[in-house]
């Protein structure tokens, strides 16, 4: 069972930046497709970005021109940068495959926007 662990979350203010990492118990480079997701209070848990093994990344509308997903398959990590951070950006950050998820989650990671 893969254990994927999400980290870099925090408190900032709006118009900040954060750089969120995920790393994975398996080899990227038998991932196809990686993804950021978010979850936000009572709310669903939703796409945010993906990138696949060659480098080609989708953004949902909400992170369009505002985050940059990355990933270094020899390190078995994968980034999301966030810049110009909105309150809405509030939520939980997981990663996992894309668009088909594995059945497991990590914990997430927490990212608070204050206006």
């Known amino acids: 069972q893969v254990q994927l662990v999400e980290s870099g979350g925090g408190l900032v203010q709006a118009g900040g930046s954060l750089r969120l990492s995920c790393a994975a118990s398996i080899s990227f480079f038998s991932i196809p497709t990686m993804g950021w997701y978010r979850q936000a209070p009572g709310k669903g848990r939703e796409l945010v970005a993906s990138i696949s093994s060659d480098g080609s990344t989708n953004y949902a509308y909400t992170g369009k021109g505002r985050f940059t997903i990355s990933r270094e398959n020899n390190k078995n990590t994968m980034y999301l940068q966030m810049n110009s951070l909105k309150p809405e950006d509030t939520a939980v950050y997981y990663c996992?495959?894309?668009?088909?998820?594995?059945?497991?989650w990590g914990q997430g990671t927490q990212v608070t926007v204050s206006s």
């Open positions: 996992n495959k894309a668009p088909r998820c594995w059945s497991s």
